[in-house]
């Protein structure tokens, strides 16, 4: 056991190395060095190195992708949207690319938009669980408690074990004054993630 665990940790140990490595004088991938670069946390310069690529014929799909999450890191939402609109046309099956519309939209508070990009994507995907957690969270800033709940509850009985919808759910119970609904809720929380911080306070708070 302690040689397997030297070993994952070496592995790891060299794996930070790699991506915190400067860069070499050989002509580099530039897919690495992207990676690298969006590691330390310089998305500009992560995009610039794949913006070529995203642009070069025959298309490259996961190029236009990546310069999307690329911008979309760099706070610059409204160009992330339109290159993740352009994947969407690239391969209209994609729901990556869709899902990714939600991201610049829900960063710029267009929460109705979000919810009609979800929807699209469960159109093709009906329990696709990033697109229900992500129309959760514009219900949420909407203040739509009702259908909050409602939804919150039908999916978790798709995904029983994940907290995540849970949480919704009782943050919808407790907005609607539903308190021991909410403490149920919360209570199952804390039996899938033990010592959750919102579900234990609002327990607390709520005997």
Known sequence: MKTTALISLRSLLVLGTLLLAPPS???QDPWAESYRLEYIGKYAEAQA?????AARQPINEFAIMRSAWLLHLQGKYAEAEKRYQRAAEVNPRSLESRLGIMLP???LYRWNDAIQSGRK?????????TA???????EEALSRWEELAKHAAEVSARYPADATLLVYWARAEAALKRTRK???????????VPGHIEA????????
């Not at 229900?132 to 514009?138: E, L, N, T, W």
């Not at 234990?200 to 005997?207: E, K, L, S, W």
Request: cysteine-free; proline content about 7%; glycine content about 2%.
């Open 25 to 27: 004088t050989a002509q």
């Open 49 to 53: 190195l794949i913006e070529p690529l």
């Open 105 to 107: 939209q829900m960063a």
């Open 121 to 129: 994507v469960l159109a093709d995907s009906p329990w696709n669980y």
């Open 132 to 138: 229900h957690v992500r129309i959760m969270i514009s």
């Open 182 to 192: 909410a403490r149920e809720l919360y209570a199952q929380v804390l039996e899938r």
């Open 200 to 207: 234990g306070n609002f327990i607390r708070n709520n005997p």
